[in-house]
């Protein structure tokens, strides 16, 4: 048997019935219910912290850090539901020399993991663009390896429409160089997140991302002569 903590049938079931009852008061009349189950939430991604730092430096402390708020900010959305019906959240590495984020959400019948680079500012956008047009054939086998493919198939993210500035639109790697985003995303069904092994592959999954986050760090602490920036 299993040691391992575990998310609960009861905090997927609260979520279940949190979507179809989307209103303060029905949330007031089981405040008990989402107590329980934000603790067993909070349990399983402070154990996920303690084995991701075991072979990664992470710097997010605790889950309480770590979680999203479910309560939504309605007043610029047009969505109005008081509640995000998910347990959701991020875990930061240690920077500067770490970079790339991990991201969690466990949502009934849409709980998935993701990790990269969601939003990287100009200047990480042009050095990872400069690396690309270096070194794309090593680009290309980082992103075909068993690890990364088995876990997460292909990279995703945002594209330019047609072809970053300065660069050539018969470049071989135009793909990947036109991508804004660099990013990987593992679907889990309601039945992986409850069973006793959920913690293990969420940390495993993450854990195999990281020959992509160690070449990034690289490419990112480094001018393109390959020299220590700053």
Not at 82 to 105: D, E, T, V
Not at 130 to 138: A, F, G, S
Not at 174 to 199: C, G, P, S, Y
Request: charged share 30%; with cysteine.
């Amino acid at each position: 048997m299993s040691n391992a903590v575990m998310i609960k049938k009861t905090t997927l079931d609260f979520l279940k019935k949190l979507s179809a009852n989307n209103d303060r008061d029905w949330f007031l009349q089981h405040k008990v219910q989402y107590d329980r189950a934000k603790e067993n939430a909070e349990d399983f991604v402070d154990a996920l912290i303690t084995k991701m730092n075991q072979h990664d430096d992470i710097e997010t402390p605790s889950a309480k850090k770590s979680l999203y708020r479910i309560y939504n900010d309605v007043r610029f959305s047009k969505d109005k539901s008081p509640y995000s019906p998910r347990f959701a959240g991020y875990l930061k590495r240690r920077k500067p020399a770490l970079r790339g984020g991990y991201y969690f959400w466990i949502r009934p019948g849409g709980s998935r993991i993701g990790c990269g680079f969601i939003y990287p500012v100009g200047m990480d956008l042009q050095r990872i663009r400069q690396d690309i047009d270096l070194n794309y054939e090593d680009w290309y086998k980082l992103l075909k390896s068993k690890s990364i493919v088995r876990n997460y198939g292909a990279m995703q993210g945002d594209k330019v429409a047609t072809v970053p500035r300065g660069f050539q639109k018969d470049h071989p790697a135009i793909d990947l160089l036109r991508f804004k985003q660099f990013w990987f995303e593992k679907n889990f069904t309601d039945r992986d997140v409850l069973a006793d092994n959920f913690l293990h592959e969420v940390n495993s999954s993450f854990k195999a991302i990281r020959p992509f986050f160690n070449y990034m760090s690289d490419v990112l602490g480094t001018n393109a002569n390959g020299e220590p920036l700053g």
